[in-house]
Nanobody, 123 residues
Framework: QVQLVESGGGLVQAGGSLRLSCEASGRTFSSNAMGWFRQAPGKERDFVAVISRNDGSTYYADSVKGRFTISRDNAKNTVYLQMNSLIPEDTAVYYC????????????????WGQGTQVTVSS
């Protein structure tokens, strides 16, 4: 079982930055691909970024490419999402998720989810 706890959300002005963290419990963190998803009010949950479990390769949604960076520190059981040049459209609850197998952009393929952290970008 893996438990995920996100932190780092908050209110920021457009153009600003935030770094989200997601700490995982258990000793299997390094064997999980880790993803970030977000859900805005009244909308479906969308893929944001994923980092693989082995070589650290990454993949991003087009909407955040060049602005967001996902990284992981296996020694700390933590995955990060650095968000720069934030825009109001980035406002959402951000969730991290763990997948026991390879990286995926599909939320239904993930095994574990955090409780989410709110990010609000004001214009």
């Amino acid at each position: 079982q893996v438990q995920l706890v996100e932190s780092g959300g908050g209110l920021v002005q457009a153009g600003g930055s935030l770094r989200l963290s997601c700490e995982a419990s258990g000793r299997t963190f390094s064997s999980n691909a880790m993803g970030w998803f977000r859900q805005a009010p009244g909308k479906e949950r969308d893929f944001v970024a994923v980092i693989s479990r082995n070589d650290g390769s990454t993949y991003y949604a087009d909407s955040v490419k060049g602005r967001f960076t996902i990284s992981r520190d296996n020694a700390k059981n933590t995955v990060y999402l650095q968000m720069n040049s934030l825009i109001p459209e980035d406002t959402a609850v951000y969730y991290c998720a763990a997948r026991r197998r390879g990286a995926s952009i599909f939320g239904y393929e993930y095994n574990y989810w955090g409780q989410g952290t709110q990010v609000t970008v004001s214009s």
